[in-house]
């Protein structure tokens, strides 16, 4: 860590992002991106950056799932006190709707490394006296309300989120991180600095280069519908700001205010989050020059306590440095197993108490927790209840742990959910399997720790690139995944985990009726028998180790970030 101690306090990074997973308690994310997030900022402490971050407070968090005995979700607002977790501050800014001035005031929340580095964490909050009823509203939910509700949140976050900074004395920015699309908005109020500092009454292409200097952009997914959209006349009447249509090759495209392009039109620097989202990022913006950094995990946080002592023991320092964790290779296979066992016994405990499905110790446990989206294809294991039955009475037995929530508005995704628990039922003789309801911070650290097989079924190529996978790795999980997103990096057949289904060579021949093939192929032929030969699986644990875990880390990746975006 002594490197970053020539980087001085003017050289701020300010990272923007509509969620961030702060801390166990705090609903201020809904999934990979806000943990990834967090993950960036706890490695940016631990290596003493001078970062700060910008994010909104949400007082009715994402949401509270709960699932009745056929898989339907009900959601429920999350209850939290704001203030046992932050320190409001006294600075008020100011941003403008449809011309009424909506007052916005932050709280602080101080990411701190073991060594007591801190890193601040401001969430913006509209809910206050002062403002009307609806706009108080503003910081409630995280991806709730309509178009117009999510406008202007990202108003009140990127335009908000750089006048609360500069109030707060951040006046030295080096460069603005947008973590996605949501914070582009901050573009806007950098280009109304540079104006008025050419003393111009409002800002013109010459500004464009200005702040370009300033900014870097991550994209994170192939899906439409995490790029956002706004219809211009709705732009117009919230902004009433000229200078947007003067500059429609800026702001505009194909009709709308694109919040991916106005962050790929002024940033100097943009990347995808795995080499293979690289490719698939150039085929859906073919005339911008984008760069990969592949995502890691904070390794610190995700290896579980069973698994943190035996690094102690063996690896002394792996927590300052992760690459150290490729030694792993020379621990001992009945200390790995052992480590193992002790999370999976946890593991299985917890969710017997939590679902009363009677799982076993002994029998391999299968993991899938994601967002329950279609793309991600949850119930893709399910396809043929058949040939399932038939492969396990052949190769052995399996039982397999799901958790994941649907966005309110999904019905195909909430759909998904309801398929798994048909399955459920009509497996109930031959397979266990459970759905732990409400998917969170804290479920994940159990689940990617006790787990036999973290499985990963995306349709391709929309897994940009997936966290849990690499958080498996660490407490040497190995991944049975489609060949999509950060695996095809990490996946060495039978020596990290394994991949089923079409190459991305060939990916236009792939059906869910021939993954699902491929699958249940590689389950019968390769997957169970290698856990039941219990020297060959722990061998394959401890390459995840040392090839998945020493690399794919957020240690790894902020370097790369420092290197290729921050100090150029």
Known sequence: MVVWKMVIDSDTIAYFSMEIALEEGLPTYSGGLGVLAGDMLRSAADLRLPFVAVTLLYRKGYFYQKLNPQGTQSEMPVEWIVSDFLHELPQRI???????????????????????YSIPVYLLDTDLPENSAWDRTLTHFLYGGDHYYRFCQEIVLGI?????????????????HMNEGHASLLTLELLDEAARQAKKEMFTHEEVEIVKNQCVFTTHTPVAAGH??????????????????????????????????????LSHYVNGVAKRHKEISHLMFAKYTIDSITNGVHAATWVSSSFQELYDKHIPGWREDNFSLRSALSIPSPEIWNAHFTQKKMLIEYVNREANEGLDFNVLTIGFARRSATYKRGDLLFR???????????AGPIQIIYAGKAHPQDQPGKEVIKRIFKAKELLRQSI???????????????????????LNTPQTPMEASGTSGMKAALNGIPMLSILDGWWVEGCIENITGWAFGESPQNETAATDASDARALYDKLEHVVIPTFYDRSRFINVMRHCISLNGSFFNTQRMLQQYVAKAYFL
């Open 94 to 116: 100011e941003v403008s709707v449809e011309g009424r001035k909506i007052q916005v005031r932050a709280w602080q929340y101080l990411m701190k490394s073991e060594e007591g």
């Open 160 to 176: 908000g989120g750089v006048r609360m900074l500069r109030s707060l004395g951040y006046n030295q920015i080096r460069r603005f």
């Open 228 to 265: 956002d959209k706004f219809p211009l006349d709705m732009v117009a009447k919230v902004l009433r700001r000229e200078e947007i249509f003067n500059m429609k090759e800026v702001f505009c495209c194909e009709g709308v205010l694109n919040t991916t392009y106005l962050a790929l039109n």
């Open 384 to 394: 043929d209840i058949a040939k399932l039955k038939e492969l396990v009475d052949k």
């Open 432 to 454: 266990k399997v459970v759905y732990l309801e409400n998917y969170d911070f804290e479920m994940a650290q159990k689940l990617v720790s006790g787990v036999d097989i973290w």
